[in-house]
């Protein structure tokens, strides 16, 4: 047992969102990565599927939509959802208040695509944080950074 990477925790702003890694894929030899994400109301990423990642996500707070394949699960708080590579999915903040998931990636090389796209944040930035705005460029690098990590996006 070691500590993890909490303790100098990274945190990227993606299309709305906070992404904080709770342990890095070099801190598990590569095998899986943890990353906590704050979801603001109504938001989540676009469809989209993995060719090389199979992702589990974990509620911890709020309520979540989860459209995976021809079919939608909800989760709250305590509930788990779990999608292997190679099924369109997503997940969407279906409540009122900001949302919060866990969500563990393996193979974890897909963090890289998020430390890619993601605007860091210092730690203490987080609440005077004043986001972007989210331009049809900001789009096109997501989806153009997505093709070199084996991700399909709809949009």
């Given at each position: 047992?070691?500590?993890?990477?909490?303790?100098?925790?990274?945190?990227?702003?993606?299309?709305?969102?906070?992404?904080?890694?709770?342990?890095?894929?070099s801190?598990?030899?590569?095998?899986?990565?943890?990353?906590?994400?704050?979801?603001?109301?109504?938001?989540?990423?676009?469809?989209?599927?993995?060719?090389?990642?199979?992702?589990?996500?974990?509620?911890?707070?709020?309520?979540?939509?989860?459209?995976?394949?021809?079919?939608?699960?909800k989760?709250?708080?305590?509930?788990?959802?779990?999608?292997?590579?190679?099924?369109?999915?997503?997940?969407?903040?279906?409540?009122?208040?900001?949302?919060?998931?866990?969500?563990?990636?393996?193979?974890?090389?897909?963090?890289?695509?998020?430390?890619?796209?993601?605007?860091?944040?210092?730690?203490g930035?987080?609440?005077?944080?004043?986001?972007?705005?989210?331009?049809?460029?900001?789009?096109?690098?997501?989806?153009?950074?997505?093709?070199?990590?084996?991700?399909?996006?709809?949009?």
């Amino acid at each position: 047992m070691f500590p993890s990477s909490q303790a100098t925790t990274k945190t990227l702003w993606i299309l709305g969102d906070f992404y904080s890694v709770k342990i890095s894929g070099s801190e598990t030899g590569g095998r899986y990565s943890i990353w906590e994400i704050d979801v603001a109301p109504n938001n989540g990423p676009p469809m989209h599927r993995h060719s090389r990642e199979d992702e589990a996500f974990y509620v911890l707070e709020g309520e979540f939509s989860f459209p995976y394949g021809n079919s939608k699960i909800k989760a709250g708080k305590g509930e788990f959802a779990y999608v292997p590579r190679g099924e369109f999915h997503t997940y969407k903040n279906v409540g009122s208040s900001a949302g919060k998931l866990l969500v563990v990636i393996t193979p974890p090389e897909f963090e890289k695509f998020f430390e890619e796209i993601g605007i860091p944040i210092e730690k203490g930035e987080r609440f005077s944080f004043t986001p972007p705005k989210i331009t049809p460029a900001d789009i096109e690098k997501v989806v153009k950074a997505a093709e070199k990590y084996g991700l399909e996006i709809r949009i």
